[in-house]
């Protein structure tokens, strides 16, 4: 039997009654399209789930009878932030939704000299409210109780110079010397940095190598952006995290 996942802006507590209303609402009923009755999966993103029954459906508002927490923790050891060039729309979307998959702790969306996307204050805003959306479902089907942080898009000089983390920093170049493979340890608080469609130029990786980044290849052929974020998450949670 399928157990559904919902995640609710809410806090959660067992013996709680809990009335879901607007987007996520409209998700039970229309979407997944549960019934009076039926069982439930509740997470609020802080950690542990919770099991719920839907005991009430109006229109889009249902309320669920919140059961027993369960502490589940379905969190990589390794504490990985995905510092990404924004690419176009549907790229960056899929970016977002398989980095949660792969279980990245944070996404830093940036800008670079090659960025084809711009984005003025407010539709940087809406942007980081999709993106999160696309964070939010992916934790319901992978079974995260934790939705990564997506920070506001900043440029790429930006978060070098505010970057004070003494964790390891990865730059993605497809001339590195070393792959990933050849990165002995990592710490916790690992972050791999990625340019967008175009890759970084020269002074920016040149610029990020003098902040610390160690760069590093994935094998001898160039890949798209969205496909070395993916490929480089992979790796590195194959040889430091959970896979």
């Given at each position: 039997m399928r157990l559904t996942r919902v995640y609710v802006d809410a806090e959660?507590?067992?013996?709680?009654r809990l009335t879901v209303e607007a987007s996520a609402g409209n998700h039970i009923v229309r979407v997944l399209r549960l019934r009076v009755g039926d069982a439930l999966t509740l997470f609020n993103g802080q950690g542990g789930e919770y099991a719920g029954t839907i005991e009430e459906i109006r229109r889009d508002?249902?309320?669920?009878?919140?059961l027993e927490r369960r502490e589940v923790d379905r969190e990589s050891p390794c504490q990985l932030t995905l510092?990404?060039?924004?690419?176009?729309?549907?790229?960056?979307?899929?970016?977002?939704?398989?980095?949660?998959?792969?279980g990245v702790w944070r996404i830093a969306p940036l800008f670079t000299e090659r960025s084809v996307v711009q984005l003025d204050e407010k539709q940087?805003?809406?942007k980081v409210q999709h993106w999160r959306a696309i964070a939010v479902a992916a934790c319901e089907q992978s079974g995260r109780n934790r939705v990564p942080q997506i920070t506001e898009?900043?440029?790429l000089y930006e978060l070098l110079?505010?970057?004070?983390s003494t964790g390891t920093a990865l730059l993605l170049s497809p001339g590195a010397p070393l792959r990933i493979a050849d990165i002995a340890n990592a710490a916790v608080d690992t972050t791999?940095?990625?340019?967008?469609?175009g890759g970084l130029a020269d002074v920016e990786q040149e610029a990020a190598i003098r902040s610390g980044f160690t760069p590093v290849r994935l094998g001898p052929r160039v890949l798209r952006t969205e496909t070395a974020a993916?490929?480089?998450?992979?790796?590195?949670?194959q040889k430091f995290g959970d896979l």
């Open positions: 959660l507590q067992t013996g709680r508002t249902v309320v669920v009878s919140v510092a990404q060039g924004i690419s176009r729309a549907e790229r960056m979307d899929w970016v977002v939704q398989k980095a949660t998959e792969l940087a805003l809406r898009p900043v440029g110079e505010h970057r004070t791999v940095l990625i340019g967008p469609e993916v490929c480089a998450l992979t790796l590195l949670q």
